[in-house]
């Protein structure tokens, strides 16, 4: 079972609420756009009518509908002046046709910036999300978020976190800085999967940006609270160098001293190493690899990215822990959007017109922006993860390829410990995830995009293992300067010993851009 974030309004409120929204978002834009600021405003309202065959997403007695979806979108970016960021916020409602219970309002954000308050000494970081993300990997799963709340098995996570600093230099001779994080995050899980209170603070005394030869002397301590009642501490002290071959190639080493309480719930002393390098023989090409031997065993981290004029691949793969306090483990490399708007970075360095040119391309070609995004796990406790994440883009002068395929294994740290989560039901968890979207602009305002993805779930047990399979073939236009239209059927297959399902869907969508 999981706790509602927000209650489920009547038609009338779902409408209302939404409605009010939609009226700030244009006044908002022509107001900041008569500024002429540094500031760079876009937002839109859409309305989307979906028939399902099955609303319940249910194996027997399905259950026709037609739900209506009013969203409102605002983003917000910022890359000049003292305060740099972006804020993409989305408010969507869902509005049932046979059952005004099922009503829902759902969040979406995702923000970040940089305030640089006092000149090259004080700044303060902050960042904040909120999206929808499955309660168990072993429960139901589906690609709608309006339909997937309806099986008890979604919820809406919330993560903030802020960082104020100081840096400076002693002269000449050496730079310094001083940082202080906190962070939470919260989900509406009825048992507190996932919530956590996280803070720490960090001290760095060493070389001057640019020297070859560099070195650095480090002091972190953390310490994070777990919703189901869990901490954690972390210390560390760590000595680093590093040697640049040239502007291409730089090398590092790095030795120091851990203490932590995450394995055995007492606390041990590590001694840690690591060596990594970094190679970058062109504008287009970044190559890194670090090797460290922590409290947990061996850890690492890959990367490469190489693009040409029209095509980008990103490998990574890493063996680290999730937990905040002793560094997250590599990130999923995300949707369309982020691969396209690296892809773009040769053709357009300016970020905001580089947003707008991004957005615009994946509109023309009927890609969603949100294409190949990857569900996370919701655990309480840290967990030590492998990660490895491919991803490809081809972009034609008319057509655009994107293939992305991930692999996430994740464990607990200490199998003593108990929290209500996944990892109480296996001892590993296995996500394998696969999904291509082909892209393809039949005229300069009409696009025609292919989805087709695969994620699979699996733990210990027979019964602990699902696979959800889905195609969406999607045809996207422009009516005007400002406003677009879509249609697109949808097919979903849901495997499970549990509850499997299969569900079709025809989804008609009117946008309107500010």
């Not at 007695?61 to 003292?82: C, E, F, H």
């Not at 590993?428 to 696969?434: A, E, K, V």
């Amino acid at each position: 079972m999981m706790r509602s974030p927000t209650p489920h309004p009547t038609h009338r409120q779902t409408v209302w609420r939404c409605t009010a929204v939609l009226g700030l978002l244009p006044a908002l834009a022509l107001a900041q756009s008569g500024q002429g600021g540094a500031l760079s405003v876009n937002s839109s309202l859409s309305a989307t009518q979906t028939i399902t065959d099955n609303s319940t997403l249910s194996s027997h007695d399905k259950v026709a509908d037609a739900i209506t979806q009013l969203t409102a979108s605002l983003r917000l970016s910022s890359r000049t002046g003292r305060i740099q960021g972006a804020l993409d916020y989305t408010l969507n409602g869902y509005i049932y046709g046979r059952s005004s219970s099922s009503n829902n309002l759902q969040n979406s954000l995702g923000a970040n910036f940089v305030a640089d308050v006092i000149d090259n000494w004080f700044s303060i970081t902050g960042s904040a999300q909120i999206a929808q993300q499955s309660v168990s990997a072993f429960g139901t799963q589906s690609i709608d978020p309006g339909l997937a709340g309806k099986n008890g098995n979604r919820t809406e996570v919330r993560t903030a976190q802020l960082s104020p600093a100081v840096r400076g230099r002693f002269g000449d001779l050496a730079a310094y800085s001083a940082q202080v994080t906190t962070g939470v995050t919260r989900s509406g899980a009825a048992d507190a999967r996932g919530d956590s209170d996280f803070n720490s603070t960090g001290l760095t005394l060493g070389s001057l940006p640019g020297d070859r030869v560099s070195w650095s002397a480090s002091a972190n301590h953390a310490h994070t609270d777990y919703g189901g009642g869990l901490t954690t501490n972390f210390d560390a002290i760590r000595l680093t160098s590093g040697y640049g071959l040239g502007n291409d190639l730089r090398f590092s080493g790095s030795v120091g001293r851990e203490w932590t309480d995450m394995i055995g719930g007492r606390r041990t002393a590590t001694a840690t190493w690591g060596l990594g390098a970094n190679w970058s023989p062109g504008p287009r090409t970044r190559v890194s690899a670090q090797f460290d031997h922590r409290f947990f065993g061996n850890g690492y981290s890959l990367s490469l990215e190489h693009r040409l004029a029209r095509s980008m691949l990103r490998i990574s793969s890493s063996r680290d822990v999730s937990d905040p306090s002793a560094g997250a483990a590599s990130r999923p490399l995300g949707t369309a959007y982020d691969l396209f708007y690296s892809q773009f970075a040769s053709v357009e360095p300016d970020p905001a017109k580089r947003d707008q040119l991004v957005r615009s391309f994946l509109q023309g070609q009927g890609i969603s922006p949100g294409a190949a995004l990857y569900p996370g796990l919701l655990a309480s406790r840290p967990m030590l993860q492998r990660m490895t994440e491919v991803a490809y883009v081809l972009e034609g002068v008319r057509s655009s390829l994107t293939l992305s395929a991930g692999l996430t294994t994740s464990g607990s740290l200490d199998p003593a410990t108990t929290a209500a989560d996944d990892l109480a039901e296996a001892d590993s968890i296995r996500q394998r995830r696969l999904s291509m979207t082909l892209g393809h602009r039949l005229t300069p305002t009409t696009g025609l995009s292919l989805e087709l993805s695969r994620l699979s779930n699996a733990g210990s047990a027979s019964s602990q293992s699902n696979t959800l399979r889905s195609a969406r073939l999607s045809l996207t236009t422009s009516l005007g300067q400002r406003s677009s239209a879509s249609l697109t059927a949808r097919h979903v297959v849901f495997d499970s010993s549990t509850a499997p399902y299969t569900e079709n869907a025809l989804i008609a969508t009117f946008g309107l851009r500010f």
